[in-house]
């Protein structure tokens, strides 16, 4: 069964930190390119904020270049997004999932709130 489970979200104030987790099952994880979506109330799509290739390459969006950091850990079956100087705009929930061909199964997310 394939399932994708993220942690790692909470509330901090803005220049804070957090760093979210995703862990993968019933797929063979180091054949995915992955990414991270953010979903905020009224988004029909969720927002593709940053990727990584198989050879773990990153990519982001203009508005969290330079201060998010994704990475990969194939034998963990994991992606994982360092947030730093976090925004109040960066609030909602984020997910992750492959960004090449058919979207797996979406997980819950974990909600990400950045407030004073």
């Known amino acids: 069964q394939v399932q994708l489970v993220e942690s790692g979200g909470g509330l901090v104030q803005p220049g804070g930190s957090l760093r979210l987790s995703c862990v993968a099952s019933g797929i063979i994880f180091r054949d995915y390119a992955m990414g991270w979506f953010r979903r905020t109330p009224g988004d029909q799509q969720p927002e593709l904020i940053a990727?990584?290739?198989?050879?773990?390459?990153?990519s982001y969006r203009d508005s969290v270049k330079g201060r998010f950091t994704m990475s990969r850990d194939n034998a963990k079956k994991t992606v994982s997004l360092q947030m730093d100087s976090l925004k109040p705009e960066d609030t909602g929930v984020y997910l992750c999932?492959?960004?090449?061909?058919?979207?797996?199964?979406w997980g819950q997310g974990t909600q990400v709130t950045v407030s004073s």
């Open positions: 990727t990584i290739t198989r050879k773990s390459e990153p």
């Open positions: 999932n492959t960004i090449l061909g058919e979207y797996l199964p």
